[in-house]
T-cell receptor, first 113, second 117 residues
Framework: DAGVIQSPRHEVTEMGQEVTLRCKPISGHNSLFWYRQTMMRGLELLIYFNNNVPIDDSGMPEDRFSAKMPNASFSTLKIQPSEPRDSAVYFC???????????FGSGTRLTVV | AQSVAQPEDQVNVAEGNPLTVKCTYSVSGNPYLFWYVQYPNRGLQFLLKYITGDNLVKGSYGFEAEFNKSQTSFHLKKPSALVSDSALYFCAVSPGGTTSGTYKYIFGTGTRLKVLA
């Protein structure tokens, strides 16, 4: 099993540009989570899906952020327009359920200049 | 409010000495408890979990954790630290503790472990 796959690994973009981060969860996992990690704020949950349906997006910082999960094997996190304060490492994680633990991807390091 | 606390931002320990990274929680019900480790430029990796049963659980890389219900703690331990154990450690709690459905884990703020040669 290849694990949770995120792309790209690194993204450098200019302020105002649209950024799309991608995630492929582990096959069979029914829940998917998007996290953001920064030195200042630590690990923050942005949104999570269960069976492709968004359940809780209360962590999405602003309307500039949106996430979709069109099918069980793919999710995107989009930032439009991007701002320098969005610079962070974005992680995707998936799980079978509460007691099984999360499997995290390697993350996307986003730098907005 | 439900919460997880890791009271130490950083723990320093000499190589070969035992280490403890502390975690306490405040959630209702019988939660599932987890430890994750994050090495530089990597995602979080699962170390171990407590679901039920023996209060001492063993995990990867020689780590173990002790569940204490009365103190609502789940401290991570290792008898003999290695320099390669230096990393960021996160405690996480799944409130409610069922094996199905979706649960939003509550993560602690992380503890940086530094093992000195």
């Amino acid at each position: 099993d290849a694990g949770v796959i995120q792309s790209p690994r690194h993204e450098v973009t200019e302020m105002g540009q649209e950024v799309t981060l991608r995630c492929k969860p582990i096959s069979g996992h029914n829940s998917l989570f998007w996290y953001r990690q920064t030195m200042m704020r630590g690990l923050e949950l942005l949104i999570y899906f269960n069976n492709n349906v968004p359940i809780d997006d209360s962590g999405m910082p602003e309307d500039r952020f949106s996430a979709k999960m069109p099918n069980a094997s793919f999710s995107t996190l989009k930032i439009q327009p991007s701002e320098p304060r969005d610079s962070a490492v974005y992680f995707c994680a998936s799980t079978l359920g509460g007691g099984y633990g999360y499997t995290f991807g390697s993350g996307t390091r986003l730098t907005v200049v | 409010a439900q919460s997880v606390a890791q009271p130490e931002d950083q723990v320093n320990v000499a190589e070969g000495n035992p280490l403890t990274v502390k975690c306490t929680y405040s959630v209702s019900g019988n939660p599932y408890l987890f430890w994750y480790v994050q090495y530089p430029n990597r995602g979080l990796q699962f170390l171990l979990k407590y679901i039920t049963g023996d209060n001492l659980v063993k995990g990867s890389y020689g780590f173990e954790a002790e569940f204490n219900k009365s103190q609502t703690s789940f401290h991570l331990k290792k008898p003999s630290a290695l320099v390669s154990d230096s990393a960021l450690y996160f405690c996480a709690v799944s409130p409610g503790g069922t094996t199905s459905g979706t649960y939003k884990y509550i993560f602690g703020t992380g503890t940086r472990l530094k093992v000195l040669a």
